[in-house]
Protein backbone atom coordinates (compact mmCIF):
# COMPACT_ATOMS: atom_id res chain seq x y z
CA UNK A 1 0.00 0.00 0.00
CA UNK A 2 1.19 3.42 -0.91
CA UNK A 3 2.63 5.52 1.97
CA UNK A 4 0.78 8.16 2.51
CA UNK A 5 -1.86 7.03 0.27
CA UNK A 6 -5.53 7.45 1.62
CA UNK A 7 -5.98 3.52 2.14
CA UNK A 8 -2.80 3.85 4.41
CA UNK A 9 -4.35 6.84 6.21
CA UNK A 10 -7.36 4.66 7.12
CA UNK A 11 -5.63 1.68 8.53
CA UNK A 12 -3.57 4.21 10.84
CA UNK A 13 -6.76 5.51 12.02
CA UNK A 14 -7.78 1.59 12.52
CA UNK A 15 -5.18 1.38 14.42
CA UNK A 16 -5.75 4.27 16.45
CA UNK A 17 -9.25 3.26 17.22
CA UNK A 18 -8.23 -0.41 18.33
CA UNK A 19 -5.89 1.55 20.77
CA UNK A 20 -8.53 3.79 22.09
CA UNK A 21 -11.14 1.68 22.14
CA UNK A 22 -12.76 1.17 25.55
CA UNK A 23 -13.30 -2.46 26.03
CA UNK A 24 -13.89 -4.95 29.14
CA UNK A 25 -10.68 -6.12 30.13
CA UNK A 26 -8.96 -8.79 32.49
CA UNK A 27 -6.25 -9.36 34.21
CA UNK A 28 -5.29 -13.04 32.76
CA UNK A 29 -6.04 -14.98 29.70
CA UNK A 30 -10.39 -14.95 30.25
CA UNK A 31 -10.73 -17.57 27.82
CA UNK A 32 -8.25 -19.87 29.08
CA UNK A 33 -8.16 -23.07 26.69
CA UNK A 34 -11.39 -22.13 24.91
CA UNK A 35 -11.18 -20.70 21.57
CA UNK A 36 -14.87 -21.65 20.42
CA UNK A 37 -14.66 -18.50 18.53
CA UNK A 38 -11.71 -18.79 16.45
CA UNK A 39 -13.46 -21.92 14.87
CA UNK A 40 -15.73 -21.96 12.24
CA UNK A 41 -18.30 -23.41 13.94
CA UNK A 42 -18.11 -20.11 16.37
CA UNK A 43 -17.53 -17.79 13.84
CA UNK A 44 -21.55 -17.10 13.15
CA UNK A 45 -21.71 -13.72 14.75
CA UNK A 46 -17.97 -12.36 13.63
CA UNK A 47 -18.25 -10.06 10.62
CA UNK A 48 -14.80 -8.82 9.17
CA UNK A 49 -14.67 -6.37 6.81
CA UNK A 50 -11.77 -5.66 4.01
CA UNK A 51 -10.23 -2.63 5.90
CA UNK A 52 -9.39 -5.12 8.94
CA UNK A 53 -8.17 -7.52 6.44
CA UNK A 54 -6.34 -4.80 4.88
CA UNK A 55 -4.94 -4.02 8.16
CA UNK A 56 -3.69 -7.69 8.61
CA UNK A 57 -2.44 -7.40 5.11
CA UNK A 58 -0.57 -4.20 5.96
CA UNK A 59 0.65 -5.10 9.30
CA UNK A 60 1.53 -9.21 8.98
CA UNK A 61 1.08 -10.10 5.77
CA UNK A 62 -0.81 -10.21 2.75
CA UNK A 63 -1.05 -14.63 3.08
CA UNK A 64 -2.43 -13.81 6.69
CA UNK A 65 -5.34 -11.53 5.32
CA UNK A 66 -6.16 -14.21 2.32
CA UNK A 67 -6.62 -17.12 4.76
CA UNK A 68 -8.78 -14.98 7.16
CA UNK A 69 -10.82 -13.74 4.15
CA UNK A 70 -11.12 -17.64 3.54
CA UNK A 71 -11.64 -18.37 7.27
CA UNK A 72 -14.26 -15.89 7.33
CA UNK A 73 -16.12 -16.79 3.83
CA UNK A 74 -16.25 -20.70 5.16
CA UNK A 75 -14.73 -21.48 1.93
CA UNK A 76 -14.57 -25.28 1.21
CA UNK A 77 -12.18 -26.90 -0.97
CA UNK A 78 -13.33 -29.32 -3.59
CA UNK A 79 -13.99 -31.89 -0.90
CA UNK A 80 -16.45 -30.18 0.29
CA UNK A 81 -14.54 -29.31 3.38
CA UNK A 82 -14.02 -26.24 5.12
CA UNK A 83 -10.40 -24.91 4.17
CA UNK A 84 -10.05 -24.04 7.63
CA UNK A 85 -12.40 -25.02 10.60
CA UNK A 86 -10.23 -23.59 12.85
CA UNK A 87 -8.52 -19.76 12.62
CA UNK A 88 -5.32 -20.27 10.28
CA UNK A 89 -4.21 -17.43 12.98
CA UNK A 90 -4.89 -19.80 15.74
CA UNK A 91 -2.17 -22.07 17.55
CA UNK A 92 -2.26 -22.43 21.06
CA UNK A 93 -3.32 -18.64 21.30
CA UNK A 94 -4.22 -15.46 18.43
CA UNK A 95 -1.14 -15.27 17.00
CA UNK A 96 -1.63 -12.23 15.34
CA UNK A 97 -3.57 -10.82 18.54
CA UNK A 98 -2.69 -6.90 18.08
CA UNK A 99 -3.94 -6.98 14.65
CA UNK A 100 -6.91 -9.31 15.01
CA UNK A 101 -10.29 -7.85 13.73
CA UNK A 102 -12.65 -5.91 15.49
CA UNK A 103 -14.86 -8.73 16.32
CA UNK A 104 -12.19 -10.65 18.12
CA UNK A 105 -11.94 -8.05 20.44
CA UNK A 106 -15.97 -8.00 21.46
CA UNK A 107 -16.82 -11.54 21.01
CA UNK A 108 -17.63 -12.46 24.48
CA UNK A 109 -17.88 -9.03 26.15
CA UNK A 110 -21.14 -7.84 24.38
CA UNK A 111 -24.29 -10.06 23.78
CA UNK A 112 -27.29 -8.67 21.98
CA UNK A 113 -30.65 -9.23 23.54
CA UNK A 114 -32.00 -12.84 23.10
CA UNK A 115 -28.80 -14.40 21.55
CA UNK A 116 -26.53 -16.57 23.79
CA UNK A 117 -22.81 -16.87 24.18
CA UNK A 118 -21.39 -20.13 22.95
CA UNK A 119 -21.79 -23.33 25.26
CA UNK A 120 -19.12 -23.63 27.64
CA UNK A 121 -17.58 -19.83 27.21
CA UNK A 122 -15.88 -18.63 29.69
CA UNK A 123 -17.12 -15.19 30.06
CA UNK A 124 -20.76 -16.53 30.24
CA UNK A 125 -22.38 -14.67 33.20
CA UNK A 126 -19.96 -11.52 33.05
CA UNK A 127 -20.91 -10.17 29.35
CA UNK A 128 -22.88 -7.13 28.90
CA UNK A 129 -26.01 -7.44 27.47
CA UNK A 130 -27.72 -4.97 24.61
CA UNK A 131 -30.91 -4.02 22.82
CA UNK A 132 -31.78 -5.95 19.91
CA UNK A 133 -30.23 -4.16 16.65
CA UNK A 134 -27.87 -1.69 18.88
CA UNK A 135 -24.27 -2.76 18.41
CA UNK A 136 -23.54 0.54 16.54
CA UNK A 137 -24.62 2.00 19.70
CA UNK A 138 -23.82 -0.08 22.51
CA UNK A 139 -20.05 -2.03 21.63
CA UNK A 140 -16.94 0.62 21.73
CA UNK A 141 -15.43 1.17 18.57
CA UNK A 142 -18.01 -0.29 16.43
CA UNK A 143 -19.60 2.75 14.57
CA UNK A 144 -16.52 4.14 14.47
CA UNK A 145 -15.34 1.51 12.43
CA UNK A 146 -17.86 1.62 10.02
CA UNK A 147 -17.69 5.33 9.37
CA UNK A 148 -13.97 4.11 8.42
CA UNK A 149 -15.33 1.01 6.59
CA UNK A 150 -17.50 2.81 4.70
CA UNK A 151 -14.51 5.73 3.92
CA UNK A 152 -12.76 3.03 2.51
CA UNK A 153 -15.20 2.40 -0.40
CA UNK A 154 -14.72 5.59 -1.84
CA UNK A 155 -11.19 4.47 -2.26
CA UNK A 156 -12.27 1.02 -3.29
CA UNK A 157 -15.60 -0.07 -3.99
CA UNK A 158 -15.09 -3.88 -3.80
CA UNK A 159 -14.34 -3.02 0.07
CA UNK A 160 -17.63 -5.02 1.06
CA UNK A 161 -17.64 -6.91 4.37
CA UNK A 162 -15.56 -10.30 4.07
CA UNK A 163 -17.77 -12.12 5.78
CA UNK A 164 -21.39 -11.71 7.57
CA UNK A 165 -22.73 -8.57 7.43
CA UNK A 166 -24.01 -6.33 10.48
CA UNK A 167 -27.91 -5.56 9.99
CA UNK A 168 -26.98 -1.79 10.65
CA UNK A 169 -29.05 0.76 12.87
CA UNK A 170 -32.55 1.01 12.06
CA UNK A 171 -32.77 4.09 13.65
CA UNK A 172 -30.25 5.45 11.39
CA UNK A 173 -31.84 7.03 8.03
CA UNK A 174 -28.60 6.73 5.98
CA UNK A 175 -28.71 2.48 7.04
CA UNK A 176 -32.37 2.15 6.16
CA UNK A 177 -31.45 3.68 2.49
CA UNK A 178 -28.89 1.86 2.24
CA UNK A 179 -31.21 -1.72 2.78
CA UNK A 180 -33.68 0.14 0.03
CA UNK A 181 -30.62 0.51 -2.03
CA UNK A 182 -29.21 -3.16 -1.43
CA UNK A 183 -33.14 -3.83 -2.72
CA UNK A 184 -33.29 -1.41 -5.62
CA UNK A 185 -35.85 0.77 -3.97
CA UNK A 186 -35.19 4.07 -5.10
CA UNK A 187 -37.73 6.16 -4.35
CA UNK A 188 -38.01 4.53 -0.43
CA UNK A 189 -34.01 5.36 -0.57
CA UNK A 190 -34.42 8.62 -2.05
CA UNK A 191 -37.27 9.01 1.16
CA UNK A 192 -34.98 7.82 3.82
CA UNK A 193 -31.91 9.85 2.29
CA UNK A 194 -34.04 13.33 2.49
CA UNK A 195 -34.74 12.51 6.31
CA UNK A 196 -31.84 14.85 7.95
CA UNK A 197 -28.36 12.31 6.92
CA UNK A 198 -25.36 13.73 8.30
CA UNK A 199 -23.60 15.31 5.31
CA UNK A 200 -20.65 13.02 4.41
CA UNK A 201 -18.73 11.73 1.00
CA UNK A 202 -19.97 7.98 1.47
CA UNK A 203 -24.01 9.70 2.24
CA UNK A 204 -23.45 12.26 -0.93
CA UNK A 205 -22.25 8.99 -2.76
CA UNK A 206 -25.14 6.76 -1.89
CA UNK A 207 -27.83 9.96 -2.84
CA UNK A 208 -25.87 10.20 -6.19
CA UNK A 209 -26.47 6.43 -7.10
CA UNK A 210 -30.47 7.31 -5.77
CA UNK A 211 -30.85 10.06 -7.87
CA UNK A 212 -29.25 8.53 -11.38
CA UNK A 213 -30.99 5.49 -10.57
CA UNK A 214 -34.58 7.38 -10.93
CA UNK A 215 -33.38 9.21 -13.91
CA UNK A 216 -32.71 12.70 -12.16
CA UNK A 217 -29.01 13.17 -13.41
CA UNK A 218 -28.78 16.76 -12.89
CA UNK A 219 -29.54 15.95 -8.68
CA UNK A 220 -27.10 13.14 -9.00
CA UNK A 221 -24.06 15.13 -10.72
CA UNK A 222 -24.94 17.50 -7.87
CA UNK A 223 -24.19 14.75 -5.26
CA UNK A 224 -21.45 13.65 -6.72
CA UNK A 225 -20.00 17.07 -7.27
CA UNK A 226 -20.33 17.90 -3.38
CA UNK A 227 -19.28 14.17 -2.20
CA UNK A 228 -16.09 15.15 -4.75
CA UNK A 229 -15.41 18.19 -2.86
CA UNK A 230 -15.67 16.35 0.61
CA UNK A 231 -13.60 13.32 -0.52
CA UNK A 232 -10.75 15.11 -3.62
CA UNK A 233 -8.74 11.98 -2.99
CA UNK A 234 -11.56 9.85 -3.80
CA UNK A 235 -11.07 8.66 -7.77
CA UNK A 236 -14.49 6.48 -7.71
CA UNK A 237 -16.76 9.69 -6.19
CA UNK A 238 -14.55 11.06 -9.96
CA UNK A 239 -15.14 8.91 -12.24
CA UNK A 240 -19.22 8.40 -10.98
CA UNK A 241 -19.68 11.93 -11.44
CA UNK A 242 -18.28 12.11 -14.69
CA UNK A 243 -19.64 9.50 -16.11
CA UNK A 244 -23.02 11.08 -14.76
CA UNK A 245 -21.79 14.45 -16.28
CA UNK A 246 -21.56 12.29 -19.89
CA UNK A 247 -24.92 11.08 -19.54
CA UNK A 248 -26.80 14.07 -18.15
CA UNK A 249 -25.08 15.62 -21.47
CA UNK A 250 -22.68 17.58 -20.19
CA UNK A 251 -20.12 15.71 -22.62
CA UNK A 252 -16.65 17.81 -22.11
CA UNK A 253 -16.80 18.23 -18.68
CA UNK A 254 -17.13 14.48 -17.97
CA UNK A 255 -14.56 13.89 -20.42
CA UNK A 256 -12.34 16.37 -18.32
CA UNK A 257 -13.23 14.27 -15.07
CA UNK A 258 -12.58 10.84 -16.78
CA UNK A 259 -9.46 12.23 -18.30
CA UNK A 260 -8.57 13.36 -14.62
CA UNK A 261 -9.00 10.03 -13.19
CA UNK A 262 -6.80 7.72 -15.53
CA UNK A 263 -4.34 10.91 -15.47
CA UNK A 264 -4.09 9.93 -11.45
CA UNK A 265 -4.63 6.52 -11.54
CA UNK A 266 -4.01 4.60 -15.29
CA UNK A 267 -5.19 1.91 -14.65
CA UNK A 268 -8.14 2.89 -13.63
CA UNK A 269 -10.27 0.41 -15.78
CA UNK A 270 -14.27 1.71 -15.42
CA UNK A 271 -13.10 5.43 -15.90
CA UNK A 272 -10.85 3.84 -19.47
CA UNK A 273 -14.06 1.95 -20.12
CA UNK A 274 -16.06 5.27 -19.89
CA UNK A 275 -13.52 7.25 -21.74
CA UNK A 276 -13.74 4.31 -24.65
CA UNK A 277 -17.21 4.65 -25.28
CA UNK A 278 -17.24 8.70 -25.44
CA UNK A 279 -14.97 7.90 -28.30
CA UNK A 280 -17.45 5.63 -29.71
CA UNK A 281 -19.98 8.06 -29.65
CA UNK A 282 -18.05 10.84 -31.36
CA UNK A 283 -17.89 8.02 -33.92
CA UNK A 284 -13.65 8.06 -33.19
CA UNK A 285 -13.44 3.96 -33.34
CA UNK A 286 -9.35 4.54 -32.62
CA UNK A 287 -9.60 6.48 -30.07
CA UNK A 288 -12.44 4.24 -28.47
CA UNK A 289 -9.84 1.38 -29.17
CA UNK A 290 -6.92 3.04 -27.58
CA UNK A 291 -8.78 3.30 -24.50
CA UNK A 292 -10.33 -0.59 -24.62
CA UNK A 293 -6.93 -1.78 -24.70
CA UNK A 294 -6.23 0.43 -22.04
CA UNK A 295 -8.81 -0.83 -19.89
CA UNK A 296 -8.87 -4.84 -21.10
CA UNK A 297 -5.09 -4.63 -19.92
CA UNK A 298 -6.40 -3.21 -16.58
CA UNK A 299 -9.32 -5.60 -16.20
CA UNK A 300 -8.40 -8.56 -18.27
CA UNK A 301 -10.94 -10.61 -16.25
CA UNK A 302 -13.83 -8.50 -17.30
CA UNK A 303 -14.84 -9.69 -20.85
CA UNK A 304 -17.39 -7.17 -21.51
CA UNK A 305 -14.81 -4.59 -21.79
CA UNK A 306 -13.44 -6.98 -24.75
CA UNK A 307 -16.55 -6.93 -26.73
CA UNK A 308 -16.45 -3.35 -26.64
CA UNK A 309 -13.02 -3.47 -27.97
CA UNK A 310 -13.79 -6.07 -30.59
CA UNK A 311 -16.76 -4.13 -31.57
CA UNK A 312 -14.02 -0.80 -31.92
CA UNK A 313 -12.23 -3.34 -34.01
CA UNK A 314 -14.49 -4.48 -36.05
CA UNK A 315 -15.72 -0.54 -37.17
CA UNK A 316 -12.06 0.42 -38.05
CA UNK A 317 -12.08 -3.39 -39.86
CA UNK A 318 -9.44 -4.35 -37.85
CA UNK A 319 -11.14 -8.44 -38.24
CA UNK A 320 -8.34 -10.10 -37.01
CA UNK A 321 -7.87 -8.23 -33.18
CA UNK A 322 -11.44 -7.93 -33.45
CA UNK A 323 -11.79 -12.36 -33.83
CA UNK A 324 -9.16 -12.42 -30.95
CA UNK A 325 -11.10 -10.25 -28.73
CA UNK A 326 -14.61 -12.15 -29.50
CA UNK A 327 -12.18 -15.34 -28.57
CA UNK A 328 -10.99 -14.27 -25.46
CA UNK A 329 -14.72 -13.29 -24.41
CA UNK A 330 -16.05 -16.75 -25.40
CA UNK A 331 -13.76 -18.21 -22.33
CA UNK A 332 -16.30 -16.37 -20.03
CA UNK A 333 -19.22 -17.57 -19.33
CA UNK A 334 -21.18 -14.16 -19.02
CA UNK A 335 -20.21 -13.17 -22.54
CA UNK A 336 -19.76 -16.96 -24.08
CA UNK A 337 -23.15 -16.29 -25.86
CA UNK A 338 -22.75 -12.87 -27.57
CA UNK A 339 -18.97 -13.53 -28.42
CA UNK A 340 -20.25 -16.72 -30.61
CA UNK A 341 -22.88 -15.10 -32.15
CA UNK A 342 -20.05 -12.13 -33.26
CA UNK A 343 -18.18 -14.51 -34.24
CA UNK A 344 -20.52 -16.32 -36.17
CA UNK A 345 -21.95 -13.21 -37.83
CA UNK A 346 -18.39 -12.43 -38.89
CA UNK A 347 -18.39 -16.07 -40.96
CA UNK A 348 -15.95 -17.28 -38.44
CA UNK A 349 -16.55 -21.45 -37.52
CA UNK A 350 -16.89 -22.00 -33.53
CA UNK A 351 -14.11 -24.30 -32.69
S1 LIG B 1 -7.70 -13.75 14.52
FE1 LIG B 1 -7.08 -14.55 16.50
S2 LIG B 1 -8.78 -14.07 17.88
FE2 LIG B 1 -9.53 -13.86 15.80
S3 LIG B 1 -10.47 -15.83 15.26
FE3 LIG B 1 -8.32 -15.89 14.62
S4 LIG B 1 -7.15 -16.77 16.28
FE4 LIG B 1 -9.15 -16.14 17.08
S1 LIG C 1 -14.90 -15.47 24.10
FE1 LIG C 1 -15.90 -17.23 25.03
S2 LIG C 1 -16.22 -18.66 23.32
FE2 LIG C 1 -14.69 -17.18 22.69
S3 LIG C 1 -12.71 -18.13 23.15
FE3 LIG C 1 -13.27 -16.80 24.89
S4 LIG C 1 -14.29 -18.16 26.30
FE4 LIG C 1 -14.29 -19.21 24.34
Known sequence: MIENSPEKKLLDRLEQLYAEQQLPTSPHNACGSCFTCCTARGLTRHAVSELELAYLADRVSPAAADAMRSYVRRERNEAGEL???????????????PHRPFSCRVFGHFREQGSRLPEGCLLSGSEREFPRGGAL???????????LVRELSLYEPAASQ?????????????????????????????????????????????????????????????????ACELAPDSLECLCQLGSTRLFAGEFARGVQDLEAVVARSPEHAAALSMLGSCYTLASDHAGAAHYYERAVRAAPDQPELRLRLASAYLEQQNIAAAREQLEAARAFEATREVAERALLAGGFELD
Not at 137 to 147: M, N, W
Not at 217 to 226: D, I, Q, S
Open 83 to 97: RYPVCPHYQEGCTVY
Open 137 to 147: SSVPGSSELRE
Open 162 to 226: AGTVEPGDPHDPLDRALVHVAARRWPEALKELSQGVRESAFALQTLGLVQSSLGDLPAAVRAYAR
